[in-house]
Structure formats: structure tokens, C-alpha cells
């Protein structure tokens, strides 16, 4: 029943680096994790444990000091505890599975309904508990803090200081990953939180199920990002194509709709409204009901998680299955992300509210665009995933052909070693000088092409072919994108690493990671320690054609 210190796992087998494994790490050195190799599990099989996982789950307000054991022994009189873990979160919680549902109802009998003193209470029994000890007087020498596990992310000055212990680019990049990757208390609560929706959206519609999709699921996802979460009814249009056989025909009497949008939208408001009124700790609920993808976005208190709750869009599982490979197949390629995920909110090209700017999953795509260029290539080509499919693997959807190969051990790792080291410079430097006026990423082909049409950054949504995933983009926020990239290239390129380890000056990763502006120990250094007008004209003159190749890059 322990509940261990911080797992570093995202889902089942995920990959660890621990610091005596950080070595200077290209593939060969990278992680040596015996699971990323041996684990075999599909995105589906992975999902369909946690969701079930989540059904025995309960959630229980404490006391900030209890006695753990005394907790668990109550609990354990109704059946197995498989896993718990304690986080605070407005007071300490307690995250309980249960090894059986069954074990959830026989609390919930027992559990008694707060008497309406002050407030009236609506009688909806939730699986959100408070526990308080009767007579808090007899509290014994027994009752100790318990160790709570973090579902926040260092801040971004402690992570620089911690890059400080690394001893190559590469090893800087595994701190950053294992600091910022969601942890598996924290993947059991975002299930958890589907779940506990998806008890509301059962009142209306038995059969429907809560999944999380996007970066909670598809291994990009950093501690403290929001949950997206879908309504699924796939589970009943399977079983209506099961009952087509024999001689008669039944079929429901169903309300029927100009548009599937406007279902969307029915059921969304309806379950909006249901959250908003009964839903114990459902706060600031916006019904976002004309948005091209119909949303509800709420505030989860109990589990602390900003949640954007729509109806089953396939397309959109796809590409969470799509990444989720893509990130299982190769150590290297979470590292690189989260890397630049993080570079990319620290000079602002990305940021939490929706703009004109570069969302992470239009960065990410970047990133296996960039991947599937390198030679030989680190992941392959949507259409070679595509080659592996089998029938079971078939998934056609709105028309258009979403298939792909599920299992991974059909995927032959990749020859590529460079290091990470290589990979994030080269990254700087493939963008900072890609042709964006012209070109556009293809990931089903892994190909450069031609633009179909005008906008400033063209990422070919690679199961809906005539989308722009980066769409939003606009030309100030691309040309600041280039300008960063190159920028940091060329910090990677001209910094003088053992001095500044020596001097104890944030290098590699971690000088990329302050904002330009501000780091004028790198600008400094480079006009002071190197001296001479000639190496001081000489970045001028760099600065100057980056700057007119930066406008001939991106189309000005
Ligand atoms: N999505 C998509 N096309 C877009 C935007 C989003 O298909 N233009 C899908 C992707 O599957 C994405 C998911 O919707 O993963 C959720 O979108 P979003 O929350 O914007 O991205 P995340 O990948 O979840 O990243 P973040 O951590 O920033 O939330
Ligand atoms: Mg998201």
C-alpha cells in the first residue's frame, strides 16, 4: 500500500532517466530503459487499463495531518486498495484504487450526506469524499505529515539551476524531461477526473464514456497541463452494427437533427449545465458552443485540473495515438520536445491562451517533421506507419483513411545515433533557415511541398489533408519564431561551454532557457571575452544578413 516517492513514468513502461543515467547520451547512450523496448503496449490497450483503472477509483479530502494507516485500515473493510497516493490540491487529498468497483459502492453506502446547516445540499453522490476523525481531541503521536506527491512543475529558475549538474546538452535534456513529465499520480488523477465527468454525462447517456485525449495522453503532456476530455458513443454504434443480422429490423426511436454540430452542441450544453449545477467542485464553466470544435471548458477543484471537455472527434484521438508512438518510439524524441516546448513558452512563441501565436501541438508536429528529416530518419513517415497497418488497424474516418499500424513492435527501431546534442542545434538551425514562404510540412510523406495556399506557417493536418494545423499562425509570430531559432543556434554554436561550467554560467540548455534580452552574461561574452572589433563587426554583419534572410525566409 505504499505509495512510493514521485514515479517517473507517463503510462505503463514509460521511460525513466534517472541521473546515473544521464551519461553525454546519443541513442546508444541514451536511457538504456529495458521497458521502452520491451513494452508492447498499444494506445488503446493503454487507455482502456486506465479508464477502467479510474472506475474503482475515489478521491478523499483529509485532514492535513491523519494517520495514514488508520485511513487505509478503514478503507481496506471495503475491499482491496490496489494503489494511493496523497497530493495537496485547496487541503491534502487522497487518491484510493480500489482493486474492485464493487468496493466503490460499499463505501458510498456507508458514506453519510452532509446535514444542509447553512447550505442546501443536491443529493448527487459523487466518488469525492471528505474524511474528518470524529473526536479531533484524540489526536495520538501516530498521526505524521504524509509524503505528498507534486503534481506541479519546479519553476523554470530552480530547472536552470539544476542543468547545472549535467555534463552534456543531452543529459540537460533528460533533467528537463523527468522534472516536467507528468507523473503517474498525476496520469491516475487525470483519468480520474474523465471518469468522475463521465458519472454525469452516464445520468443522460448510459453507454458514453469520458477519455482524455491530446498531450495527457499522447506522452508530450508536462505537469500542469489542461485535460482534454471527449464524450465517446462509439461504444453503442458498434453494438447497432452487430444487431443488423437476421430477418427483422429494430432500431431505436431517436430524436433526429439538422446537423451532428447541433447534437454536439445539445449534448454539450446539457451536459455543461448539469456539471455547473450538481457537479461538487465544477467551477467557471464556459459553454464554448460555436467554436469549430464545440467545447465546454471548466475548473475541476477536487483534482486541481483545467478541463476542455467536447464530443467524440475522432480525427483528433488519432493524432494523440499518432504522437503517443511517435513519443514510445525512441527516447530522443520526448526529450527534444519537452526541451522546446519549454524554450518556446520562455521567449513567449507559445502561450496558455489561444492566438495568432504557434500552439504546442503545432510545435510538436515541427519536431517530427524535423525527426522524420533527419538521415537516417529517428521516426518514420505517416504513410510508412500506414504500409504496417493491419485490418484491425483500419480506421476510416469523415472519409478520409486515418489508418495505421497500432503495434510497435512492428516498427523497426531507427539506425539514427546522433545525440541530442546534435538535435536540438540542428533543430535551430533546419527552421531558422527553412524555406516558409514556399514550403510546408508534410508529415504523411515526410516531405517538404509546395503551399497550398498563403498562410504564414503550413502544417498539413496529416489525417485531415486540406487542414492547416497552424492555421492561427500569423507572419510577426513565424518571423519571431525564425529569429529565436537562430538565435539559438547560435548560441549552441559560439558558446565556450567548459568556460562557462567553470564560471558556473548557465550553458546549453539552460542559457537557452533565459530570456534573450535578459541573459546579457551570453550577450556580454560575446563582444567582452572575445574582445576585438573584428569579432564585434563580425556578429553584426551575422545579424544583419540573418536579418534579411530572415525576411526573405519567411515571405516579408
Ligand atoms: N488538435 C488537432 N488539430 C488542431 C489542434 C488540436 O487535431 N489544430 C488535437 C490534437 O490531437 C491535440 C488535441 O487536439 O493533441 C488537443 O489540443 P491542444 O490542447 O491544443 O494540444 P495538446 O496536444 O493537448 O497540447 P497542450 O499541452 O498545449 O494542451
Ligand atoms: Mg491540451
Not at 505529515?145 to 540537460?172: F, G, M, R, T, Y
Not at 504500409?387 to 513492435?409: M, R, T, W
Request: hydrophobic share 35%; charged share 25%; net charge positive.
Amino acid at each position: 500500500l505504499r505509495a512510493g516517492g514521485r514515479a517517473l513514468r507517463l503510462l505503463p513502461g514509460r521511460l525513466r532517466a534517472p541521473a546515473a543515467r544521464l551519461g553525454s547520451g546519443g541513442a546508444a547512450e541514451a536511457p538504456e530503459d529495458a521497458e521502452v523496448n520491451t513494452r508492447k503496449k498499444t494506445f488503446t490497450e493503454v487507455q482502456t487499463e486506465r479508464l477502467e483503472q479510474a472506475e474503482r477509483t475515489v478521491l478523499i479530502k483529509c485532514q492535513s495531518r491523519l494517520n495514514e494507516k488508520k485511513l487505509l485500515q478503514y478503507l481496506s473493510s471495503h475491499g482491496k486498495i490496489n494503489s494511493h497516493f496523497f497530493f495537496e490540491n485547496r487541503g491534502i487529498h487522497a487518491l484510493i484504487e480500489f482493486s474492485e468497483k464493487s468496493s466503490v459502492a460499499s463505501l458510498q453506502d456507508v458514506v453519510r450526506i452532509p446535514k444542509a446547516v447553512e447550505h442546501h445540499v443536491i443529493p448527487f453522490k459523487s466518488r469525492l469524499f471528505t474524511f474528518t476523525l470524529k473526536n479531533p481531541v484524540a489526536k495520538t503521536a501516530e498521526e505524521t505529515p504524509v509524503h505528498l506527491s507534486p503534481q506541479a512543475h519546479i519553476p523554470v529558475n530552480e530547472l536552470i539551476q539544476k542543468l547545472h549538474q549535467a555534463d552534456s546538452i543531452s543529459s540537460q535534456m533528460y533533467i528537463l524531461l523527468n522534472e516536467y513529465q507528468l507523473t503517474e499520480e498525476n496520469i491516475k488523477l487525470r483519468f480520474l477526473a474523465c471518469s468522475l465527468v463521465q458519472d454525469f454525462a452516464r445520468a443522460y447517456f448510459p453507454d458514453s464514456t469520458v477519455k482524455p485525449f491530446g498531450s495527457s495522453v499522447n506522452t508530450f503532456g508536462k505537469l500542469g497541463c489542461d485535460v482534454d476530455m471527449f464524450l465517446d458513443f462509439h461504444d453503442t454504434q458498434e453494438h447497432a452494427a452487430k444487431m443488423k443480422k437476421g430477418p427483422f429490423e429494430m432500431e431505436y426511436q431517436m430524436k433526429r437533427l439538422a446537423s451532428e454540430r447541433l447534437a454536439t452542441q445539445k449534448i454539450l450544453s446539457v451536459i455543461g449545465d448539469c456539471l455547473d449545477n450538481f457537479g461538487p467542485g465544477c467551477v467557471s464553466i464556459q459553454k464554448i458552443l460555436n467554436a469549430r470544435c464545440p467545447l465546454v471548458k471548466f475548473a475541476h477543484q477536487p483534482t486541481g485540473f483545467q478541463c476542455d471537455l467536447s464530443v467524440s472527434n475522432s480525427i483528433a484521438i488519432r493524432s494523440s495515438e499518432l504522437l503517443y508512438i511517435y513519443g514510445t518510439l525512441d527516447p530522443r524524441v520526448r526529450a527534444l520536445v519537452f526541451s522546446l516546448r519549454c524554450w518556446a513558452r520562455v521567449h513567449g512563441l507559445t502561450n496558455s491562451i489561444p492566438g495568432t501565436w504557434i500552439t504546442n501541438f503545432s510545435l510538436t508536429m515541427m519536431v517530427m517533421f524535423f525527426l522524420q528529416k533527419r538521415s537516417p530518419p529517428i521516426i518514420p513517415t505517416l504513410d510508412q506507419l500506414k504500409e504496417l497497418a493491419d485490418e484491425k488497424d483500419k480506421h476510416i474516418i469523415g472519409g478520409y483513411d486515418c489508418s495505421f499500424v497500432s503495434d510497435l513492435s512492428k516498427i523497426n527501431p531507427t539506425k539514427n545515433t546522433e545525440t541530442l546534442d546534435e538535435l536540438l542545434c540542428d533543430f535551430f538551425e533546419y527552421f531558422g533557415n527553412f524555406d516558409f514562404r514556399k514550403n510546408s510540412l508534410n508529415l504523411r510523406r515526410g516531405k517538404e511541398v509546395n503551399k497550398p495556399e498563403s498562410s504564414p506557417l503550413y502544417i498539413w493536418n496529416p489525417f485531415e489533408q486540406d487542414l492547416n494545423i497552424s492555421k492561427n499562425v500569423n507572419q510577426p509570430q513565424l518571423e519571431k519564431f525564425v529569429a529565436m531559432a537562430r538565435e539559438s543556434a547560435w548560441i549552441l554554436q559560439k558558446e565556450d561551454r567548459t568556460q562557462r561550467m567553470i564560471n558556473k554560467e548557465p550553458w546549453g540548455l539552460a542559457a537557452l532557457l533565459i530570456p534573450f534580452g535578459k541573459s546579457n552574461t551570453n550577450k556580454m561574452r560575446r563582444t567582452k571575452g572575445m574582445g576585438s572589433e573584428t569579432i564585434r563587426s563580425l556578429l553584426d554583419s551575422l545579424k544583419l544578413s540573418n536579418a534579411s534572410n530572415l525576411q526573405k525566409a519567411v515571405g516579408k
